[in-house]
């Protein structure tokens, strides 16, 4: 079995500003990709960011870059100079065996 | 627009009802996912279909039934309607192991 811990269900961030969401996993399989969603008001689930666990690099797309940490399963998501309509709910999952999981979600806010 | 169609975007029915959501991957995916979202959760697993066949099976209800269809559309049947399946119902494709899954705009079930 596979899982995916969000630990913060909520955060906070001021425009401009930088904010890490955190996420841990578990899993037995060796190969497996991991990624970042944003569900924003509309409810559309729209993918930010995807890491292979083969690959050491992290995995980096305009404003959004993750830390991925293998040995500590651990898979951040860093959001640089934040803008109001990052204000959404963002889920990590874990695609492992051709199984897609999702964490509980942290639902970010951004202050102006 | 991800691809992937989903019908109806709403749907209204009364307890004890059955209701048929239809999906339609991205072209050339072969696989598709079915996942519910209640209100402010995660989202569970329901069931994988892979070019047809069953491949996966998540905590789906007996009550609830899906199947793909050789065109490669889903549909998922929900019957003997409860209050609490009242959610967000996504279907997902993807052409493999290695990439993220493209979700379908959701429809939003209301039971009454």
């Known amino acids: 079995a596979q899982t995916v811990t969000q630990s913060q269900p909520e955060m906070s961030v001021q425009e401009a500003e930088t904010v890490t969401l955190s996420c841990t996993y578990d899993t037995s399989e060796s190969d497996y990709y991991l990624f970042w969603y944003k569900q924003p008001p509309s409810r559309q689930m729209i993918l930010v960011i995807r890491?292979?666990?083969?690959?050491?690099q992290n995995a980096t797309e305009n404003r959004f870059s993750v830390n991925f940490q293998k040995a500590a399963k651990s898979f951040s998501l860093k959001i640089s100079d934040s803008q109001l309509g990052d204000a959404a709910m963002y889920f990590c999952a874990l695609n492992a065996g051709n199984m897609l999981t999702f964490g509980g979600g942290t639902r970010l806010m951004v202050k102006p | 627009d991800s691809g992937v169609t989903q019908t109806p975007k709403h749907l209204i029915t009364a307890t004890g009802q059955r209701v048929t959501l239809r999906c339609s991957p991205r072209?050339?995916?072969?696989?598709v996912y079915w996942y519910q979202q209640s209100l402010d959760q995660g989202l569970q697993f329901l069931i994988q279909y892979y070019n047809g066949e069953e491949r996966a099976k998540g905590n789906i209800l007996e009550r609830f039934s899906a199947q793909q269809f050789p065109d490669l559309h889903s549909e998922l049947n929900l019957s003997s309607l409860e209050l609490g399946d009242s959610a967000l119902y996504f279907c997902?494709?993807?052409?493999?192991?290695?990439?993220?899954?493209?979700f379908g705009s959701g429809t939003r079930l209301t039971v009454v």
């Open positions: 997902a494709s993807s052409a493999g192991a290695t990439g993220g899954y493209t």
């Open positions: 072209s050339g995916d072969l696989s």
């Open positions: 890491q292979e666990a083969y690959k050491q």
